[in-house]
């Protein structure tokens, strides 16, 4: 398909920009002294401000497909890319942000192309997941056998650093070319341009610098985090709550590679009362934690000696609530004291981690936990993607995945309006996006939000309750497959929206 490219200065709104416009439109605004539109101002179709996961792989599949390569596309980011771009860390150490990866976003990342940039011996597939109630001790047990579950390879997720997914997809971005890249500027001001002799930009969102630059958007993309400046622009509110609770991650080194090393490596998580913890396999004998916990407990636990920060991991997936409480109280001396009570503790050993022999100096850290979700995606000529639309708690591992759908049907709808001949910044065009993620990435966010609050309770009927309703999951292996399909993003999806109206021929593999 030809690119369309009719010149901005016959005041269409319409078609696209490509290079010779914006040259000519710079040229005729010089001639008019008078005009209140800067000679500076440059023109894109897309213009993307943040350079995380999400806006990096937009722009990677806006260049990977031939229907939008065409589109002259720009990225902002307010940090220097290059210590991303040489990301490099010795097989013994790895970085403490880490995601877990679906099937299906490794798909869609090997579709534009990024995959193959991903350091793989840095990438841990696992295939099989064991959940438990800290209180009662009912479980759950996940299998790639389990009715229809399984993917390629049987494989559940991938657990892979962030560092390496950004460090590829800049890497397929370097390869691909055509991206305008302002690394180091920070956003200063977002407004609207202005109708003149030359074009009418009024409804063209113009986005300041701190470098002096001005680029007007078709479409102008919020991958910009929580805190978005593109939504505030937007006027999109966003709502939701803090849980009063801190994520504490830390890179572990664990006794041997796990006990379903053989069959393929598990991840654990046990609920306790105050928020749950996770062992997720890296490569080799290394996992990554995350411990969901309250404010206090997590300084406590940051405040500890490497030995007793190891000793109380241990015990995270060993001891009783009530020893854990005790332990908590602790000013030091955890080590000696988990050693005794593990030798007094019956567990399966092999239903949970592989003893935690060390933690990676430096890697311990913590973040606050939140939930918040945009009242919309779009706005005219705006659109939002990843944390900047939502933000949901870690326990289901999914947050990197929603903002990689996001993406995946952001450039889709694009494409679509591309391919029709249809502004791509114009609400109406973007409301298939809407239409498709909102309502799926909403009943994600609600069913995670009402697992956090049904595990965090102690009373004893909740207690009993979620555990026969737990057991009784546990031994039906269809429903099983049910929730692993879901996990793996797999499943069935409840919220069509126009997604089955986009194009199936949207091939990115071409390029």
């Excluded at 031994?475 to 049910?482: A, I, P, T």
Aim: net charge neutral; proline share 4%.
């Amino acid at each position: 398909m030809k690119p369309i490219a009719r010149s901005i200065r016959t005041r269409q709104l319409g078609g696209y920009v490509c290079h010779s416009c914006t040259r000519n439109l710079r040229r005729s605004r010089r001639g008019y002294a008078t005009t209140s539109q800067p000679s500076t101002l440059e023109i894109y179709d897309v213009v993307c401000v943040g350079g995380g996961p999400a806006g990096l792989s937009l722009l990677a599949a806006l260049r990977a497909n031939p229907i939008t390569s065409p589109l002259k596309v720009a990225l902002i980011e307010s940090q220097s890319l290059d210590p991303t771009r040489k990301f490099s860390l010795p097989s013994t150490q790895y970085s403490n942000r880490c995601s877990s990866l679906t099937p299906k976003s490794v798909g869609f990342l090997q579709d534009i192309g990024a995959w193959e940039h991903v350091k793989r011996e840095r990438v841990c597939g696992y295939k099989g997941m064991r959940v438990w109630d800290g209180v009662s001790g009912a479980s759950i047990d996940f299998s790639p056998e389990i009715g229809g579950a399984a993917t390629e390879g049987g494989v559940v997720a991938y657990m892979n650093e962030n560092l390496n997914l950004t460090r590829a997809l800049l890497g397929r971005l370097d390869e691909l070319g055509g991206v305008e890249v302002l690394e180091g500027e920070k956003v200063t001001g977002i407004g609207f341009g202005n109708d003149t002799s030359t074009a009418d930009l009024s409804s063209w969102p113009v986005v300041k610098t701190s470098g002096g630059r001005e680029l007007a958007a078709r479409l102008l993309v919020g991958a910009d985090g929580g805190n978005s400046p593109v939504r505030t622009f937007a006027g999109i509110d966003s709502r939701g709550w803090d849980y009063g609770r801190v994520g504490v991650v830390a890179t572990l080194q664990m006794e041997g590679e796990g006990w379903g090393c053989e069959e393929g490596k598990i991840a654990y998580q046990r609920f306790l009362p105050t928020g749950p913890v996770a062992c997720l396999p890296l490569p080799g004998k290394f996992c990554t934690l995350v411990w969901s916990t309250t404010p206090d407990l997590a300084a406590k636990l940051k405040a500890l000696s490497a030995e007793d920060f190891v000793s109380m991991v241990n015990a995270a997936f060993r001891l009783s609530v009530t020893d854990l409480k005790y332990l908590h109280d602790l000013p030091s001396g955890q080590e000696e004291e988990v050693s005794w009570r593990e030798n007094h503790t019956p567990f399966e050993r092999e239903h949970v981690p592989m003893k935690v022999v060390g933690v990676q100096e430096g890697s311990i850290a913590s973040f606050p936990l939140k939930l918040r979700h945009a009242d919309s995606y779009i706005g005219q000529r705006v659109a939002l993607v990843g944390d900047a639309a939502h933000t949901v708690h870690p326990l289901a591992g999914q947050g990197l995945n929603q903002g990689q759908g996001d993406v995946e049907s952001l450039a889709n709808t694009i494409a679509y309006s591309v391919e029709h001949g249809m502004d791509i910044g114009v609400r109406m065009n973007l409301e298939r996006y809407e239409s498709e993620r909102y309502a799926q990435n909403n009943m994600l966010m609600g069913v995670v939000d009402k697992l956090h609050k049904l595990y965090a309770t102690e009373n004893q009927l909740v207690v009993g309750v979620r555990s026969l309703g737990l057991r009784a999951v546990n031994s039906l292996d269809s429903v099983k497959g049910f929730f692993m399909r879901q996990a793996s993003g797999r499943g069935e999806k409840f919220f069509m929206g126009f997604s089955g109206q986009l194009p199936v021929s949207l091939n990115y593999k071409i390029k």
